[in-house]
């Protein structure tokens, strides 16, 4: 069985422009969550999405939004991209809503130039 | 607020055994996690403690106490391989996780 998949692996943008992350959790998860890594430090929330809903939603900018489609399959959107903005993104699956043992994806490294 | 802190490196030699320490601070407990993560890679699920008490699990242990607001991961006959970061992280009351910042793991032949 495949992981959880994330694309593209390596981005690199533009202050100013837009940017879309791709997450395909493991079969039959229901639950994905989206998080911010900057070289370290830890982890941090930006949002989970269970059934399609949005169950929780971290301290990030509305510059941030994200959905979650039938197949359980998700988008990260970050508008008007900062350098600051520049972090490996991970996508977590899980089954439940409750943030049971999450699996990670490999990231999606963003630098903004 | 909340808050959880995790040394920040460590150095260990090979064939030792090294504790990692977690000490959390959450608006409400349900739990906590420890994950590994090698340097380019994702976090790796480790351990979930709930309950006060020890968890083993082959070379790795994880200890909870609640009352202490306290942690920490237990790593026997260390391997080359071990070297990586240690990340502690909790489940608040919303059920969403609070991670410290993580604990780079050195070690040494």
């Known amino acids: 069985d495949a992981g959880v998949t994330q694309s593209p692996t390596h981005l690199i943008k533009t202050r100013g422009q837009q940017v879309t992350l791709r997450c395909s959790p493991i079969?039959?998860?229901?639950?994905v969550s989206w998080y911010q890594q900057v070289l370290g430090q830890g982890p941090q929330f930006i949002f989970q999405?269970?059934?399609?809903?949005?169950?929780g939603r971290g301290n990030f900018p509305d510059r941030f939004s994200a959905r979650q489609f039938p197949n359980y399959s998700s988008e990260l959107n970050v508008n008007a991209l900062l350098l600051g903005d520049s972090a490996l993104y991970l996508c977590?699956?899980?089954?439940?809503?409750?943030?049971?043992?999450?699996?990670f994806g490999s990231g999606t490294q963003l630098s903004v130039l | 607020g909340q808050n959880i802190d995790q040394p920040t490196e460590m150095t260990a030699t090979e064939g030792a055994i090294v504790q990692i320490n977690c000490t959390y601070q959450t608006s409400g407990f349900n739990g906590l996690f420890w994950y590994q993560q090698h340097a380019g890679e994702a976090p790796t699920f480790l351990s979930y403690?709930?309950l006060d008490g020890l968890e083993e699990k082959g070379r790795f242990s994880s200890f909870l106490s609640r009352s202490k607001g306290y942690s920490y991961l237990l790593l026997k006959e260390l391997q080359m391989k071990d070297s990586a970061s240690y990340l502690c992280a909790c489940l608040d009351s919303n059920y969403q996780l609070i991670w410290g910042a993580g604990t780079k793991l050195i070690i040494k032949p």
């Open positions: 977590a699956s899980s089954f439940g809503a409750i943030n049971e043992k999450l699996f």
């Open positions: 999405y269970y059934e399609k809903e949005e169950r």
């Open positions: 079969s039959g998860h229901k639950s």
């Open positions: 403690n709930v």
